[in-house]
């Protein structure tokens, strides 16, 4: 498949090759085993995904802060994001500075507020509600920041 994202979708459908700097060829992975191994120890995975997920929030807040300027930053969306960020950043759990937040956090139905001091970011557990996001949310929530705020600057 070409164009625009045609090598992910290659991917996606196989076969999925890892280029090697030490190995003549690549390293193939079959998807099936991948998903299979995934599945099979989904609980014990479920800890680096979550690693994983607050990871992208962080590299993802720091690399759009530069980009955007004060009203953009102050957007409810972004604002939602940098409390996410320092979440993850800070044992994945919210803490909120005494005049924090100074500015609306909200996506979607998901507001951020003092209330959540001390809460976990992520639910890592069907019999633990708690968590504001799920591990899948990173991924919308920026796809949403990248169409809602660098395709139109803010005005006022």
């Not at 939602?80 to 005049?99: D, E, Q």
Request: charged letters at 30%; aromatic letters at 10%.
């Amino acid at each position: 498949m070409k164009g625009r994202g045609g090598e992910f979708q290659e991917i996606l459908e196989g076969p999925f090759h890892l280029k090697s700097e030490v190995m003549e060829s690549r390293v193939e992975v079959p998807l099936d085993t991948l998903c299979s191994e995934f599945a099979d120890h989904f609980s014990y995975l479920l800890k680096t995904q979550v690693e994983a997920a607050g990871s992208l929030l962080i590299l993802a807040y720091e690399r759009s802060h530069e980009f955007l300027g004060e009203c953009e930053r102050r957007q409810p969306i972004f604002q939602f994001l940098r409390h996410c960020r320092h979440a993850a950043a800070h044992n994945g759990k919210f803490h909120f500075n005494k005049k924090e937040p100074r500015y609306p956090a909200k996506w979607r139905n998901l507001s951020l507020g003092r209330e959540l001091q001390d809460m976990p970011l992520f639910k890592t557990s069907i019999k633990d509600p708690r968590g504001s996001l799920s591990i899948g949310d990173p991924v919308y929530l920026l796809w949403e920041i990248e169409q809602e705020l660098f395709n139109q600057k803010c005005t006022k």
